[in-house]
């Protein structure tokens, strides 16, 4: 038999002697590095603008027609007839150099009640062009007052069939379209009947009409106009 077979080689012996004179902790100490922590978490986006473009969108849709309210301002959209895309009437003037009718458009913003979405950002799908809401600047000259805007309005009268109910944050009727394009609003639920498509509805009230179509703040409504009852108890 070979006379190295029958012995521990002095090296080994020695290794061996030095492992076990090795604390725990350094044995563990000892052991090889293991893979290292994975890449952190995304930082947040850089800029209010970024923050918007992150999020997923709501909804992609056609323009079927830009909505008003009774100062003539536009503030709002309406997608494939019948989602109420809508936005402070300050970005009336930016969202009618970059959108118009017939146009596809992508919206980032938050879900409401009743079809309707109240837009951060909207990108007009044909040029990449977008519009976000920001506060409006801080002006040399501030607005009107609002009784001195509401003495701008005209009184007008509407009448038609509703095609569509627009409402509010919680979901309260506070308007409604008619078949010949007329926007009627109104005070949340202060219409006493029924407001479904197809109702015929008849409004007077103090409004505007423009290229966008006539739009009113109603201060009377019935059936037709020879039914029409008022809102208020005051009338101007």
């Not at 190295?4 to 590095?33: E, K, N």
């Amino acid at each position: 038999m070979n006379r190295f077979a029958s012995r521990s080689h002095p090296l080994c012996a020695v290794l061996a002697l030095a492992c076990l004179s090795l604390s725990p902790m350094q044995q563990v100490l000892a052991q090889p590095a293991g893979p290292g922590p994975g890449p952190g978490p995304m930082p947040p986006p850089a800029t209010y603008e970024a923050a918007v473009m992150a999020q997923p969108p709501v909804v992609e849709g056609r323009i079927t027609r830009m909505l008003i309210n009774p100062y003539g301002e536009v503030d709002g959209l309406l997608l494939d007839q019948r989602t109420v895309v809508r936005f402070p009437p300050h970005l009336s003037e930016p969202m009618q150099r970059v959108l118009a009718s017939g146009q596809s458009v992508r919206v980032f913003g938050q879900g409401e009640g009743r079809d309707t979405i109240k837009a951060d950002a909207i990108v007009n799908l044909a040029n990449g062009q977008t519009v976000i809401d920001r506060p409006p600047p801080v002006e040399a000259n501030p607005p009107l007052p609002p009784h001195l805007r509401a003495a701008q309005l005209q009184q007008l009268t509407v009448q038609g069939r509703i095609t569509l109910v627009l409402a509010g944050p919680r979901g309260e009727a506070n308007g409604v379209i008619l078949d010949d394009g007329s926007i009627v609003r109104f005070a949340p639920d202060s219409v006493r009947f029924s407001l479904e498509p197809g109702t015929p509805l008849a409004a007077q009230g103090l409004g505007t009409r423009s290229r966008y179509g006539t739009a009113i703040e109603a201060i009377a409504v019935g059936a037709s106009t020879q039914q029409l009852q008022p809102l208020y108890s005051r009338m101007p």
